[in-house]
């Protein structure tokens, strides 16, 4: 059976994993109080007017954080010192998790899908006039 909600994702790993998936889980609801919660690709998902804007999950050894391959180009040096992908990174659980950076990461998503939903609405505008 799948699973229904963040809630029901964070209670599957240990308490010391659930601690650092609800910081954040938080640092993601204050750097985009607009977002909304969801389940996407079976992971955490923060969907902004109706687009993705940060996934995150667990693993054995660390955490994985999704932030589309332009997050992930657009803090490339602060990244670097992280294993990466063309649109995720993972943060190691033996190491502190960097949640000043992924407030940034997540704030830079906020204005990049904010500035694309403007922009798709005042096209569309045009065309009905």
């Known amino acids: 059976m799948p699973i229904k909600d963040i809630d029901e994702f964070i209670a599957n790993y240990p308490p010391e994993v659930q601690a650092i998936l609800k910081k954040i889980r938080t640092t993601i609801k204050k750097a985009a109080p607009k977002a909304e919660e969801a389940m996407g690709y079976g992971?955490?998902?923060f969907k902004l007017n109706g687009k993705n804007l940060v996934h995150f999950s667990a693993f054995k050894a660390h955490i994985g954080f999704y932030p589309t391959p332009s997050g992930i180009e657009h803090f490339k040096k602060e990244l670097s010192v992280y294993e990466s992908a063309k649109?995720?990174?993972?943060?190691p659980l033996d190491k502190p998790i960097?949640?000043?950076l992924i407030t940034r990461v997540v704030q830079f998503r906020v204005k990049e899908v904010t500035a694309q939903t403007s922009a798709k609405e005042k096209?569309?505008?045009k065309s009905k006039a």
């Open 43 to 45: 992971i955490p998902t």
């Open 87 to 91: 649109g995720s990174v993972k943060f």
């Open 98 to 100: 960097p949640y000043a």
């Open 123 to 125: 096209k569309t505008a």
